[in-house]
């Protein structure tokens, strides 16, 4: 169990790095609740699945949306919801995504990139809402697609976000890139995401510590 002061501590020191003002911070609110986990391999190749055996062709559309934005680019529900076809971006070759909250542009894990580049090729309008597109209350719009969707076990965008997390935390992304790709307002969530990030074997962890490869 983390302690009251050390989990302070940490979130003073994620909020140096990440440049988050502290009365940002002192705003959001931290719960105690246990925080969700990430997907196994075969839980996310079997939504694979569920997407492209979804009834219609838009619950398809949208359902491969929801999953590669949020587990290939880490875009929270409210985010998702509101990627138009025009937010989906090729930079020279690197696929992104721009997100219409705070104009913040994420890369596609490159695991991810071949469900991305579906959506992309099956996206044609370019100012329409990938998912959901004629719903009117876009709040709701995510949750009323999954409930009408094909199939006992559905994902949910919370922990196809926190898979995306833990897998850069585990690859040794750089909080300075990782933290503003997440969009995060407070570090709460990275320091759970840490509950799930697996001990690196001795070896590595000392050469990271030793730091060989990097720049003078």
């Known amino acids: 169990e983390v302690l009251p002061v050390m989990a302070e501590r940490e979130r003073k020191m994620l909020r140096r790095l990440a440049d988050i003002a502290p009365s940002v911070e002192k705003r959001a609110v931290s719960t105690a609740s246990e925080p969700e986990r990430p997907y196994s391999d075969a839980e996310l190749a079997s939504f694979q699945q569920w997407a492209s055996f979804q009834r219609t062709a838009h619950q ?11 587990v290939g680019c880490g875009l929270t529900s409210g985010e998702v919801l509101a990627v138009r076809g025009s937010d989906l971006l090729d930079l020279d070759g690197v696929l992104a995504v721009q997100v219409e909250r705070d104009g913040r542009t994420v890369p596609v894990v490159d695991r991810w990139r071949e469900s991305y580049q579906t959506v992309m090729a099956n996206t044609k309008e370019a100012d329409a809402f990938l998912v959901a597109p004629k719903a009117t209350n876009r709040k709701a719009a995510m949750q009323h697609l999954l409930r009408a969707t094909a199939g006992q076990v559905k ?10 997390l833990v897998a850069h935390l585990e690859a040794g992304t750089p909080l300075a890139a990782l933290l503003p790709a997440s969009g995060m307002t407070s570090t709460d969530s990275l320091r759970r995401a840490m509950s799930f990030v697996r001990p690196m074997p001795d070896n590595q962890y000392y050469e990271a510590l030793r730091m060989t490869g990097a720049a003078r």
């Open 155 to 164: 994902p949910t965008a919370v922990r196809l976000r926190m898979t995306w």
């Open 60 to 70: 398809r559309a949208s359902c491969r949306a929801i999953f590669a934005l949020c």
